[in-house]
């Protein structure tokens, strides 16, 4: 191969590589401020503490305001996930060990829908071990590109 040839097959490798690293608009709505959507990501239900040990169910609405559709673009099959953190360090993620097809889907919310995610958390690490007593904090994600977050809450495990 020539130079030239292995610098134009470099410079399309990277002009490839780059169309999938652009960033896509996340809502399909009006952008002016009166019209823009206001898309919440809440927790429901989860209570301050909790028995070590407990079954702990993990759920988040996801609230959407607008006078117009809102469209979400999931990059995989699973829409949502939740962490626990013990220290700033993740300790558990509801995704682990779980295959999520690899599919683009858009999905679109009407004005004023809400939808809901949960998962559970049995009180044990990614590595399937126990967790002890003390502080957590939870949040929740909604993987859609680009993602929406909750606000995180903290959580303690007692006796």
Not at 50 to 57: E, F, M, R, T
């Amino acid at each position: 191969m020539t130079n030239k040839a292995i610098f134009t097959a470099c410079v399309l490798c990277l002009l490839f590589l780059n169309a999938g690293c652009v960033r896509r608009k996340q809502f399909h709505a009006p952008v002016d401020k009166k019209g823009s959507p206001t898309i919440t990501l809440e927790f429901v239900d989860l209570a301050d503490s909790y028995a070590l040990g407990s079954q702990i169910i993990l759920r988040m609405r996801l609230i959407i305001d607008s006078k117009e559709p809102v469209e979400f673009v999931f990059p995989s099959s699973c829409p949502a996930e939740f962490v626990i953190y013990r220290d700033g360090e993740p300790i558990w993620n509801s995704l682990e060990g779980m295959a999520c097809l690899q599919v683009i889907t858009k999905t679109t919310f009407n004005p004023s829908d809400t939808l809901e995610y949960s998962s559970q958390w049995n009180c044990t690490t990614k590595s399937w071990k126990g967790v002890t007593l003390g502080k957590y904090t939870v949040q929740g994600l909604l993987l859609s590109n680009p993602p929406v977050k909750t606000e995180a809450k903290s959580i303690h495990l007692v006796d």
